[in-house]
């Protein structure tokens, strides 16, 4: 049974995708979606990652080295803000030919 999933947004760059089941929070699958998509990205040239974070998460994503630059509305909830982040696809997978 997937633990997670995680997807570059259309065009790269913007509205990636990166959620994990609560049950495996803290067991690493996190960490390794993250370096994948890094991976991915690096591949394909993007710089920069535009990350809407459930704010229980931000914490999360700011440990790989993302900055907060503001905030945007759930898509999901109505009224409800989220902190947008960027994050370099470098910090979070510094060597290419590391495997998650």
Do not use: K, N
């Amino acid at each position: 049974r997937p633990q997670g999933v995680a997807a570059l947004g259309e065009g790269g760059g913007a509205g990636e995708l990166l959620f994990v089941r609560p049950a495996a929070m803290g067991t690493g699958v996190g960490r390794a979606l993250l370096r994948e998509l890094a991976r991915r990205a690096r591949a394909l040239g993007i710089r920069r990652l535009a990350i809407a974070a459930d704010p229980g998460a931000e914490a999360f994503y700011l440990r790989f080295g993302a900055v907060r630059v503001g905030t945007v509305e759930s898509e999901v909830q109505p009224g409800r803000r989220l902190p947008l982040l960027e994050l370099d696809p470098r910090a979070a997978c510094p060597d290419t030919r590391e495997t998650p």
